[in-house]
């Protein structure tokens, strides 16, 4: 890499570093609970196509809070529209969760999850406004080796599951969650300021209602419409979002249910993921851009054998936890370069004086389009435990094939992607 984690880490100041500091919180917490996410709703009384629909009724929130993000953020300001909706979208359907006993809870917490889409726009713009262009990919690298670092403790919660069993750990673990997210909201909120960019919009958007701002989005889609690397990095962005969300959602439920993996050992699995996929970020990326040049390709390459060897699992005999091992170290490759490198392509192909706007649509059409693959999930999980896996299968082709084409006839929005991704 050209600059080094550490030295991007050392040289963080203001925002930046609040919003980096404080990111392993927001892993301590739900990382914990993640890795049972699926199988606790399938404890509670769920079934797989209602855990699909869950995850659609999610992914439609967000598509709509998602649109109001931009106006959201630009009225309240970046720095009080995250500590706000940091809270809905996390630290109430935390509650919810610790008290689940049937759908209608889980179908409740989802809405209010939706919410996220508000905080991550406003914290997106906290996170980049205020600092230098060439460092934001060194930054959103930062963030996402937070996350990974944090995963790395999910074991705690197999230990609580093996002692208290499935459903009184997940209750306990969400309690957790809870308390941390909370710390987290109060100590960013403390020692963060609002951005240049949000003081300037704060001024514009007074005396506006959220409604009008919204009206204004027409010159935003004009914007996104004239830049092929724009539609590129939306592209790549919702086959990237459909297939993790898939991933996520179906993963606990095929090595679980069909393969007969004890859930205490769930979240093992998880940290092997994380310890590879932050590998990636200081082994493989030099490497990748030395070699190979096209480091989506690689990364959807990666993807596809990670899932194709999780089918390929047997069900019996200790080969299924090497085949799980052998996918995992695959799938850690896979999601982080395409994890990095779609979030920086969105994040530098934006209009910094309309970041809020630009990117609120981004999401709101990420979600649009990623949101009827939840229950498009589920109900393939009702028929096999391996049919989510195949259509990511499929999408990845479609991804690859996409990147294979761009990168032909604009090579140097190609090589500007690459550069994205690996410094």
């Known amino acids: 890499m050209k600059d080094s984690l550490i030295k991007t880490l050392t040289g963080l100041k203001g925002n930046p570093r609040a919003c980096v500091c404080t990111e392993p919180l927001w892993g301590l917490s739900m990382n914990l609970c993640l890795p049972y996410a699926s199988v606790y709703m399938l404890a509670i009384g769920l079934n797989d196509s209602q855990v699909g629909l869950v995850a659609t009724v999610y992914m439609l929130s967000q598509v709509v809070f998602a649109f109001f993000s931009g106006p959201i953020t630009d009225k309240m300001g970046r720095r009080k529209s995250t500590a706000v909706f940091d809270f809905i979208a996390w630290c109430l359907p935390c509650i919810i969760w610790w008290r689940a006993v049937n759908f209608w809870f889980f179908f409740a917490a989802a809405l209010l999850n939706g919410t996220m889409k508000i905080t991550q726009n406003s914290w997106d713009c906290l996170l980049v406004e205020d600092a230098e ?50 710390v987290k909201i109060v100590v960013l909120y403390t020692f963060s300021r609002e951005t240049g960019r949000g003081i300037i919009r704060l001024e514009e958007t007074r005396g506006k209602s959220v409604f009008s701002i919204a009206a204004g989005y027409g010159g935003v889609f004009a914007l996104i419409l004239k830049s092929r690397a724009t539609i590129f990095s939306l592209v790549i962005a919702v086959l990237v979002g459909v297939v993790g969300m898939i991933n996520t959602t179906f993963w606990q439920v095929i090595v679980n249910k069909k393969l007969l993996v004890a859930e205490s050992l769930l979240p093992v699995f998880s940290a092997l993921r994380s310890v590879v996929a932050i590998a990636f970020l200081f082994l493989a990326a030099p490497l990748i851009k030395s070699f190979l040049k096209m480091p989506l390709l690689t990364g959807f390459a990666c993807y596809f054998a990670g899932q194709a060897i999780l089918i390929l699992a047997p069900v019996d005999g200790a080969l299924k936890y090497v085949m799980l091992c052998v996918s995992l170290i695959f799938d850690g490759f896979g999601s982080g370069s395409l994890a990095m490198l779609s979030t920086s ?6 209009n910094p004086e309309e970041r809020a706007r630009v990117m609120a649509i981004l999401h709101m059409l990420i979600m649009a389009a990623t949101s009827p693959f939840g229950w498009i999930g589920g109900i393939l999980s009702s028929f096999s435990r391996n049919l989510p896996f195949v259509l990511n299968l499929f999408l990845m082709v479609v991804g690859f094939c996409i990147t294979l084409i761009f990168y032909r006839k604009e090579p140097d929005e190609a090589g500007r992607g690459e550069t994205a991704s690996l410094q």
């Open 345 to 350: 392509l969105l994040a530098l192909n934006v």
């Open 133 to 182: 262009k060439d460092k934001i990919t060194g930054i959103y690298s930062l963030v996402w080796v937070c996350a990974n670092l944090s995963a790395l403790l999910a074991p705690i919660s197999s230990i609580i599951v093996s002692r208290l069993t499935l459903v009184p750990a997940i209750r306990i673990l969400y309690i957790n969650a809870f308390i941390l997210m909370t």
